[in-house]
């Protein structure tokens, strides 16, 4: 059993905010993160596609699933919720990891 075999995610009407009143991970989606990463890629991610390593899904950025509610941020894929990017920023520094990722395809013209 992993960490991600007791996750359930949450079904919502609503895309942007999908957590319920009395789930303990709330989470958002791709477009959360645009921010932060924007400050280390210096260009905009959300359209970029990624391949999770996890189950090989191929999704735009801006669909996956942020958790904010963490010394950093935490990006889930939303086909297999396995860890696809972790970002952690102090004062001088910021802490990438990008190992859930198998690729990340980005548009050169936008």
Known sequence: ???TDDFAVPESEDQDIAAE?????????????????SEVFRI??????GRCRHC?????????????DAPGIVVRCRDCQGVLLRLVQTP???????????YLEIDREE
């Open 1 to 3: 059993m992993t960490s």
């Open 21 to 37: 009143p009395h789930d303990p991970i709330p989470y958002v989606d791709g477009n959360a993160a645009a921010g932060a990463l």
């Open 44 to 49: 905009d991610i959300i359209a970029a596609l």
């Open 56 to 68: 090989g899904s191929v999704r735009a950025f801006g669909e996956t699933m942020v958790f904010t």
């Open 92 to 102: 001088t520094k910021y802490w990438l990891d990008l190992s859930g990722l198998s």
